[in-house]
């Protein structure tokens, strides 16, 4: 009974979702809706596995093949006869479509995503928590991204359109100056932090991080590559005399980079789509609305195009992750990390581990159906204009 | 121009509201709010700029990129700088120096007496490497003038080949009297680094277009098809584009990259294959957006009058319901052009791109993770200014489209 729990806890926790939603959907309207898209997000997920599984079919070479080649460095001779004898103990040798379902069935049973041939264990066990380091580079990269392309974004596009001098006749020309200083602030503002957030769109990431490493070594300063200076990396956390402050202070000090690296590269696009999104609604006829009944400045940026451009720009959050974690592999290989985004490229690039790369990708891709799934339901519960037409679709 | 000096000056916009505004059609509206944005007028001038320079590579760059065009007597050689004015003098014509390697900083004759030491002096010294090997100095005595639309290599200025067509020239726009000029110095074969950064413009440009256009096939087959059919088409085909959309694509290109090494490919094959899959795996954003417009398009009274005229549905999908969209595509690919250069180079980064002795601003920026580069030739780094220029007029110029081909831009001010 045990055993049997253990192997296939996955799936109880996943039909038990599915059912607890389903029973309160039967009553309401929004857990029928979250009901509905929590099977979307499964559907996708499959969709996603068969894909990313037969994409690794086009990488070379397979986990017999590497095995005996293993065992061919140790000595041994090795035929043909033995290549193929592996692959049939391995289940290499039945068509795609059943090792895919084998892979998908162990992953819903109990959460296993394959077996990794260059490294010689599971793929939990390869990934270890790796995977959570990755996922915290990407969040800290894309909450740096925000906190500069959010504010500056909503600048940029207040500022469009605006003329550089204050020119209106029906002002003092004390108020005119003072227009004028201020419009002029705010348009150099916008253009050198468009600017700056470009550059950082316009240097590859490499490159970027290459020519921080290379400012280190023209200073003579130890580089910040790797996540830990060689004194801190044998060191435990916990010591006896308690929590290793150096070594969060020496962790702090290396994983700047990667984050303003990656965090860099992302503020341009997210500060194209604040700056677009904002323009977009402040065209729209309610806040000329609004402006006709006297409401002016920033009580009329803030309460009308700005409110109204933040569920978009909420909503795709999973997508904005998954932009940002497409630039991490690069950023690790040239900053030397050891997370799951240098793992990714190894294992696709130089030792051709499918099963490996097929549990990242598919890894990366559940965080972002995950994340879009949440943004959904946060959406439909706060949005009203969203609730109003979940409770309308639902109820005819 | 024109907008640009007015707005120097001061001038309030004389905003007449003639007939013309009302009659002009969309395009000429677009261009029209595009030349009053002062930032992406000038980001046009720049971008138009390096376009020409790269579409007409051979005429402005005085020697040939590739190694028939290599300077064997200035490998290494740092970029030589021009002067109107010297000791001697000054001239109008600009003019550089004759650059002579520095002689060997070591001594053989010490080793003639079998003193073995002497031996070890010389090769623990860093006098054999190969940056202190290759040591200019300016012979600033021989002066070398500058001449324009001079003769030069051969090159093919338009090459049609299934018509024919070959003509050659071999005009160029600059050279110098005797040898040649490297204005941004030499890599380690001799190569100029100007001339291939010049031709890597096009190279890059010309890659980027065939993604695109295969994207913008890709989107519009699944967009139209998907929007226009509707029901289950539609929920299948936006299932699968869903799922394209939550992969990551640099691993994807990384693993099809990987997959292509295998296949023995010409340069240029390789080439185009790396485009189209850079291509057509980036077809879910446009897709989704042209099939959302189809949908709400689909049921205006024009369709409807097409259809009962007897359009095909094809006809309806491709002459009426697309070109409705035509700006939005037009901009979405300005905007995306920058992705894709960058998709490009980040591929070549980690080798699986183009690779050595093609010219393409991605393989020219690779060579920036080589530490003797970064220690011994820093100006093999000028591809990047290029480089981030490009992208950056790019960008500007598709952030001002964009707010161009915005019809309710016009109405605030």
Same mark, same amino acid.
């Given at each position: 009974?045990?055993?049997?729990?253990?192997?296939?806890?996955?799936?109880?926790?996943?039909?038990?979702?599915?059912?607890?939603?389903?029973?309160?959907?039967?009553?309401?309207?929004?857990?029928?809706?979250?009901?509905?898209?929590?099977?979307?997000?499964l559907g996708t997920l499959l969709l996603v596995s068969g894909i990313v599984f037969s994409l690794m079919e086009v990488l070379p070479g397979d986990c017999a093949e590497k095995m005996i080649a293993y065992k061919n460095t140790q000595g041994e001779v090795i035929t043909q006869a033995q290549i193929d004898a592996e692959r049939a103990r391995m289940g290499l040798d039945q068509p795609l479509p059943v090792r895919w379902a084998s892979w998908v069935a162990d992953l819903t049973l109990k959460g296993d995503l394959g077996f990794s041939c260059a490294k010689r264990q599971s793929?939990?066990?390869?990934?270890? &928590?790796?995977?959570?380091?990755?996922?915290?580079?990407?969040?800290?990269?894309?909450?740096?991204?925000?906190?500069?392309?959010?504010?500056?974004?909503?600048? +940029?596009?207040?500022?469009?359109?605006?003329?550089?001098?204050?020119?209106?006749?029906?002002?003092?020309?004390?108020?005119?100056?003072?227009? +004028?200083?201020?419009?002029?602030?705010?348009?150099?503002?916008?253009?050198?932090?468009?600017?700056?957030?470009?550059?950082?769109?316009?240097?590859?990431?490499?490159?970027?991080?290459?020519?921080?490493?290379?400012?280190?070594?023209?200073?003579?300063?130890?580089?910040?590559?790797?996540?830990?200076?060689?004194?801190?990396?044998?060191?435990?956390?916990?010591?006896?005399?308690?929590?290793?402050?150096?070594?969060?202070?020496?962790?702090?000090?290396?994983?700047?980079?990667?984050?303003?690296?990656?965090?860099?590269?992302?503020?341009?696009?997210?500060?194209?789509?604040?700056?677009?999104?904002?323009?977009?609604?402040?065209?729209?006829?309610?806040?000329?609305?609004?402006?006709?009944?006297?409401?002016?400045?920033?009580?009329?940026?803030?309460?009308?195009?700005?409110?109204?451009?933040? %569920?978009?720009?909420?909503?795709?959050?999973?997508?904005?992750?998954?932009?940002?974690?497409?630039?991490?592999?690069?950023?690790?290989?040239?900053?030397?990390?050891?997370?799951?985004?240098?793992?990714?490229?190894?294992?696709?690039?130089?030792?051709?581990?499918?099963?490996?790369?097929?549990?990242?990708?598919?890894?990366?891709?559940?965080?972002?159906?995950?994340?879009?799934?949440?943004?959904?339901?946060?959406?439909?519960?706060?949005?009203?204009?969203?609730?109003?037409?979940?409770?309308?679709?639902?109820?005819? | 121009?024109?907008?640009?000096?007015?707005?120097?000056?001061?001038?309030?916009?004389?905003?007449?509201? &003639?007939? +013309?505004?009302?009659?002009?059609?969309?395009?000429?509206?677009?261009?029209?709010?595009?030349?009053?944005?002062?930032?992406?007028?000038?980001?046009?001038?720049?971008?138009?700029?390096?376009?020409?320079?790269?579409?007409?590579?051979?005429?402005?760059?005085?020697?040939?990129?590739?190694?028939?065009?290599?300077?064997?007597?200035?490998?290494?050689?740092?970029?030589?700088?021009?002067?109107?004015?010297?000791?001697?003098?000054?001239?109008?014509?600009?003019?550089?120096?004759?650059?002579?390697?520095?002689?060997?900083?070591?001594?053989?004759?010490?080793?003639?007496?079998?003193?073995?030491?002497?031996?070890?002096?010389?090769? +623990?010294?860093? %006098?054999?490497?190969?940056?202190?090997?290759?040591?200019?100095?300016?012979?600033? &005595?021989?002066?070398?003038?500058?001449?324009?639309?001079? %003769?030069?290599?051969?090159?093919?200025?338009?090459?049609?080949?299934?018509?024919?067509?070959?003509?050659?020239?071999?005009?160029?726009?600059?050279?110098?009297?005797?040898?040649?000029?490297?204005?941004?110095?030499?890599?380690?074969?001799?190569?100029?680094?100007?001339?291939?950064?010049?031709?890597?413009?096009?190279?890059?440009?010309?890659?980027?277009?065939?993604?695109?256009?295969?994207?913008?096939?890709?989107?519009?087959?699944?967009?139209?098809?998907?929007?226009?059919?509707? $029901?289950?088409?539609?929920?299948?085909?936006?299932?699968?584009?869903?799922?394209?959309?939550?992969?990551?694509?640099?691993?994807?290109?990384?693993?099809?990259?990987?997959?292509?090494?295998?296949?023995?490919?010409?340069?240029?094959?390789?080439?185009?294959?790396?485009?189209?899959?850079?291509?057509?795996?980036?077809?879910?954003?446009?897709?989704?957006?042209?099939?959302?417009?189809?949908?709400?398009?689909?049921?205006?009274?024009?369709?409807?009058?097409?259809?009962?005229?007897?359009?095909?549905?094809?006809?309806?999908?491709?002459?009426?319901?697309?070109?409705?969209?035509?700006?939005?595509?037009?901009?979405?690919?300005?905007?995306?052009?920058?992705?894709?250069?960058?998709?490009?180079?980040?591929?070549?980064?980690? $080798?699986?791109?183009?690779?050595?002795?093609?010219?393409?601003?991605?393989?020219?920026?690779?060579?920036?993770?080589?530490?003797?580069?970064?220690?011994?030739?820093?100006?093999?780094?000028?591809?990047?200014?290029?480089?981030?220029?490009?992208?950056?007029?790019?960008?500007?110029?598709?952030?001002?489209?964009?707010?161009?081909? &915005?019809?309710?831009?016009?109405?605030?001010?």
């Open positions: 009974m045990q055993a049997f729990l253990t192997n296939t806890w996955l799936l109880w926790l996943l039909s038990g979702t599915a059912a607890l939603l389903w029973w309160r959907g039967r009553s309401s309207q929004l857990f029928y809706y979250i009901f509905n898209r929590y099977l979307l997000a793929v939990n066990m390869a990934l270890g &928590d790796r995977f959570w380091m990755s996922l915290g580079f990407c969040i800290a990269g894309l909450l740096f991204a925000y906190l500069i392309a959010v504010p500056f974004g909503i600048l +940029s596009a207040w500022s469009l359109n605006k003329p550089w001098l204050d020119r209106k006749r029906h002002h003092t020309p004390l108020r005119r100056l003072r227009n +004028s200083i201020g419009l002029v602030i705010a348009k150099l503002v916008d253009l050198q932090l468009r600017l700056i957030s470009y550059l950082g769109l316009a240097l590859p990431n490499f490159l970027l991080a290459l020519s921080i490493i290379l400012l280190y070594v023209f200073a003579g300063e130890p580089t910040p590559t790797g996540l830990f200076s060689d004194e801190w990396r044998g060191q435990p956390w916990f010591a006896e005399q308690g929590f290793q402050w150096g070594k969060l202070n020496d962790f702090m000090g290396h994983i700047w980079l990667p984050i303003l690296v990656i965090g860099w590269a992302a503020t341009a696009l997210q500060l194209q789509t604040v700056r677009a999104l904002v323009v977009d609604e402040s065209n729209k006829l309610y806040v000329e609305a609004a402006r006709a009944r006297g409401i002016d400045g920033f009580r009329l940026w803030s309460r009308y195009p700005v409110r109204h451009s933040i %569920s978009p720009l909420f909503n795709s959050v999973g997508f904005d992750f998954q932009r940002i974690f497409n630039d991490l592999p690069i950023v690790a290989v040239v900053i030397g990390l050891t997370d799951a985004a240098a793992l990714l490229i190894e294992a696709l690039a130089m030792t051709n581990d499918q099963e490996l790369a097929a549990g990242i990708l598919f890894l990366v891709a559940l965080v972002v159906i995950g994340m879009n799934f949440i943004t959904d339901v946060i959406l439909a519960v706060l949005d009203p204009r969203v609730r109003n037409s979940v409770m309308q679709a639902g109820g005819h | 121009m024109n907008a640009l000096i007015a707005r120097w000056r001061g001038q309030p916009k004389a905003r007449t509201p &003639d007939e +013309s505004y009302y009659t002009a059609g969309q395009f000429a509206l677009i261009r029209a709010r595009f030349m009053r944005n002062t930032t992406g007028v000038i980001a046009g001038g720049i971008l138009s700029v390096l376009l020409l320079m790269g579409l007409f590579a051979p005429f402005f760059s005085p020697n040939a990129p590739g190694i028939e065009g290599a300077n064997p007597d200035y490998r290494r050689g740092a970029p030589q700088s021009i002067h109107f004015c010297d000791a001697n003098g000054c001239s109008w014509r600009p003019f550089t120096y004759t650059y002579t390697r520095e002689a060997p900083a070591f001594d053989l004759s010490a080793l003639a007496g079998g003193d073995l030491s002497a031996l070890d002096a010389i090769t +623990s010294g860093d %006098s054999l490497n190969a940056s202190s090997q290759n040591r200019f100095v300016e012979q600033t &005595d021989q002066r070398r003038y500058l001449h324009f639309f001079v %003769s030069g290599w051969e090159y093919s200025l338009l090459k049609i080949e299934w018509l024919g067509i070959d003509i050659r020239s071999d005009l160029h726009l600059f050279g110098v009297d005797q040898g040649q000029i490297h204005l941004f110095g030499t890599d380690e074969d001799g190569k100029d680094v100007f001339s291939r950064t010049l031709h890597a413009i096009w190279v890059t440009i010309s890659i980027a277009l065939v993604a695109l256009a295969v994207k913008l096939f890709v989107s519009l087959l699944v967009g139209g098809v998907s929007g226009y059919c509707g $029901g289950r088409v539609d929920a299948v085909l936006m299932a699968i584009t869903e799922a394209v959309r939550v992969i990551p694509p640099i691993p994807v290109y990384l693993a099809c990259a990987v997959a292509l090494s295998q296949i023995d490919l010409t340069p240029v094959q390789r080439y185009f294959a790396i485009a189209v899959v850079i291509g057509a795996l980036d077809f879910a954003a446009l897709g989704r957006r042209l099939r959302t417009h189809i949908l709400t398009e689909r049921n205006q009274d024009y369709v409807m009058a097409a259809k009962l005229s007897g359009a095909s549905s094809s006809r309806i999908i491709w002459r009426h319901l697309v070109p409705s969209f035509s700006s939005y595509i037009i901009v979405d690919t300005l905007i995306n052009f920058p992705y894709v250069i960058l998709a490009e180079t980040s591929l070549s980064f980690l $080798g699986l791109g183009l690779t050595e002795p093609v010219n393409s601003l991605g393989v020219l920026l690779q060579k920036a993770q080589d530490p003797d580069i970064q220690q011994n030739m820093v100006w093999q780094f000028a591809p990047v200014g290029v480089f981030v220029l490009l992208i950056m007029a790019f960008v500007f110029v598709g952030d001002a489209l964009r707010d161009a081909a &915005d019809p309710y831009s016009e109405r605030k001010r």
